[in-house]
């Protein structure tokens, strides 16, 4: 019985795609819909989104940003204006062509992301530089018709949040670029115990249509990449092909400069690549619905549940469930485990007649004996304790993860033999990443912000100067 | 200079379609955009979204309910599956036929509304009476394709919530569906002083595929109806038509019962047609995103500008702004009127000397002079007033715009020459709710729950033996 819900995860060692899967779906964060490569988001994984988006759109608003809400459909003319953009997204578009029961004049695609709409609107509101800067972020759902789809990670449908900035000079538009990379960066940190490398990507990588595109990329358990937010900054690039133009104070007409930067639910696909184990998730205490389970023993005995419900009222500084449920305690510690909660408490008979309670904390399995009237600052102490210690954790597996290559042979066998980034010169060529990919199938992650040390004089791949390190990985 | 903002608010006597649609631009409240029938909602409008959205959140979560996210298309063959339902929608949907480079196989419709999502997951997710309820909500955007369009009244997308839950029986669905329509009118009540009246829709007006609807129904300005918010019992007509069944405790199967409930973007209509007048938006103090705007007077001068920083301080516990722009007093104090923050709170040398500063309410323009250091406890006791007042006038309004009608001419003739609704005696056929809204263009808003009083014995239109009091009105 205690077993049940553990029982049909795959090992993360034996097929890590389907460790992934299982957790997925067993923790029931998201079910397959009948739409071909949308998910729906149950309520476990939605509760995760609502406390990432709370906290991410406290931090944006710190920095003045303000929410809006702008049309789900792009008109194919409105679409074709940015020619670098529309090549990027127009092959993997929906198509809206009937509107009630009248075929459209124009077709309209159903936004995969907002650039061209809020340059409509930035044409409109835009005219002196008493309009600007605008720190404009909207919440909503983009649709990109991908081929292979994977719960959180890439489908047909997601939700996410893009904020677009439009400012009068290029400095203020790349400060803002970088600040929301940093509000990503901070927020990994600080509230999913994620470690992440930011960094500037290659042409080849860049957003369509943007200058500079930054990113924050994370290291999951299985050593791939998997990029957790961008930030674009666009220059005047798309302000000339929407004609969008400001007086500036010197009386002339000026074209201001943009920028864009989104976090997906793809995140929560991080939570659980970095976190999870062979029980399943491990949620970080600050982003978990559910941060402590309380699991009475023996509960039909008197005084029990009512201990649990006192223990419950002594917690109300954290976000608690008592499991009263008629299952098992064995049970219960397993779907604890399955779900991820960071700590559980478990109360019987015995431990109320000594004045005590057990804790087990989610990540390590620890045990504690806790008085029951010291237990809100134990668990406070212990919450920010296990915070740390996840990403103290993933730090370090990062930090073992990541290898120099001065040769190609040595790049290659890496690559093949061991899991994790690879550190290696490159000379700024787009062929020498086409073959990197085609040899290895690895991509440049990212040209670091803060690791500027040289392995070599020459590229990895082609062997001529090189200009760059960059990090190298296989990426989800 | 200070009328500027004003000087081109059509006046709400003179033609209040024109009024509204200016104090929605002006106010800027929304935008139109490229995409004909899809508005913008602006930084102004969209804050009224969120406090509403957090309120009812809270509301919501309060009575059991959790949040999920469903996909934003519905393969043609799933919207069939309950035949009102398919007739209520399609001719109404705007459909996807191309994803990507090619067309689909099926095509797709963007959700106009999830039942039929929500049971196909019920479908897969209910067995057992174990597994009821289940008190779902999404907050989430939807697409009719409307004919023609009005700013948050009617357009082809708008924002909302809908509740879908599934129940053992009749009697919990039917339990949850007045509940809901209760959160809802306390919510109007207490959140935005908006009085509604509660009942239940005649069958020509119910949701497509309920088996009932109940409404709360407001009152605007120009006496039209707008309703405002709808709770929907299906009873197991759904789970009939999508084959959903569970094993109850005799181990029988049996089919469920499902609601469904939603209020919409709609609803800030409401706020600007019951509280607006010819100077602009007056928003209620709860929902206001700035609820106290302090405007300095000769702001160069000493003192003047940290005086009013210090008034912020003292008013922490409000949403407070202070507007230092270079603009004129007059010209901010429109702003304020135009812009219906609650009150304003001027300050000057002269104020400054005597300890006191100016507080002016929006909704009546009364002025107070309050001692500085008292200013706290009296913006609390202000604002508590303010939005009791707003809410008696509103009832005050409604209670003196509501006439009772024993024959047909009587009838017709209150239809045509007051603004306002009319309490009447029905047979209960639709024949007679057609010909009523042919001969007047008023429909029926509701049966009400609270009023049983008799009127007459006979329907007003036909003459038959009457079922039922009704309320009946021009509506939005």
Chains 1, 2 share one sequence.
Not at 57 to 64: P, Q, V
Not at 140 to 168: D, M, N, Y
Not at 211 to 217: N, W
Not at 289 to 303: A, D, F, Y
Request: with cysteine.
């Amino acid at each position: 019985m205690a077993e049940k819900l553990v029982e049909n995860i795959t090992a993360m060692e034996e097929d890590f795609a389907k460790w992934y899967t299982d957790i997925v779906k067993k923790a029931e964060l998201i079910d397959y819909s009948s739409v071909k490569g949308c998910m729906i988001i149950k309520p476990a994984g939605y509760a995760l989104w609502e406390n990432i988006q709370r906290e991410l759109d406290r931090r944006f608003k710190e920095t003045g940003v303000e929410n809006v809400y702008m049309p789900l459909f792009i008109p194919e003319s409105l679409l074709q204006k940015e020619k670098d953009h529309v090549e990027g997204f127009a092959p993997e578009v929906a198509w809206v062509t009937q509107g009630g029961l009248e075929p459209l004049t124009e077709k309209l695609c159903v936004r995969p992301t907002s650039e061209t709409l809020f340059c409509d609107l930035y044409k409109n509101d835009v005219h002196s530089y008493r309009d600007l800067p605008k720190n404009y972020n909207q919440w909503c759902s983009v649709v990109r018709w991908e081929k292979t789809t994977r719960p959180f990670l890439r489908s047909r449908e997601f939700l996410w949040q893009e904020g677009h900035t439009i400012h009068a000079t290029y400095d203020e538009a790349e400060e803002r670029t970088v600040m929301m990379l940093n509000v990503y960066a901070d927020f990994c940190k600080d509230f999913l115990a994620i470690p992440t490398i930011r960094g500037r990507k290659t042409d080849k990588e860049k957003f369509a249509g943007a200058e500079e595109t930054y990113t924050i990329e994370a290291m999951m358990h299985d050593g791939k990449a998997l990029q957790s937010g961008t930030s674009h900054n666009f220059g005047d690039g798309f302000a000339k092909a929407f004609g969008i133009e400001y007086t500036d104070k010197d009386n002339k007409l000026h074209h201001p400069f943009q920028t864009s930067w989104g976090v997906s639910t793809r995140i929560i696909g991080a939570i659980i690549m970095v976190h999870g184990d062979s029980e399943g998730l491990v949620l970080p205490p600050k982003v978990a619905p559910t941060q402590i389970v309380i699991i009475p023993i023996q509960q039909k005995k008197e005084g029990v549940l009512e201990a649990a419900g006192k223990l419950k009222d002594a917690l109300k500084d954290f976000r608690v469930k008592v499991d009263d449920s008629d299952r098992s305690p064995g049970y219960k510690f397993s779907e604890q485990e399955m779900r991820g909660f960071p700590a559980r408490i478990e109360i019987g008979p015995r431990d109320i007649e000594n004045g005590e309670c057990v804790v087990v904390r989610r990540d390590t399995r620890q045990k504690y004996t806790v008085k029951l009237d010291e237990i809100s600052d134990f668990m406070k102490k212990l919450l920010e304790e296990i915070h740390n210690d996840m990403y103290e954790r993933a730090k370090k597996h990062l930090q073992e993860s990541m290898y120099d290559a001065a040769t190609y042979d040595e790049f290659k066998k890496i690559m093949n033999e061991k899991p994790g980034f690879v550190r290696a010169m490159w000379c700024g060529n787009v062929e020498c990443e086409d073959r990197i990919k085609a040899d290895t199938t690895a991509t440049s992650r990212c040209i670091p912000f803060e690791d500027r040390d040289e392995i070599s004089k020459t590229c990895i791949c082609c062997g001529k100067p090189a200009k760059h390190l960059v990090y190298w990985g296989k990426a989800y």
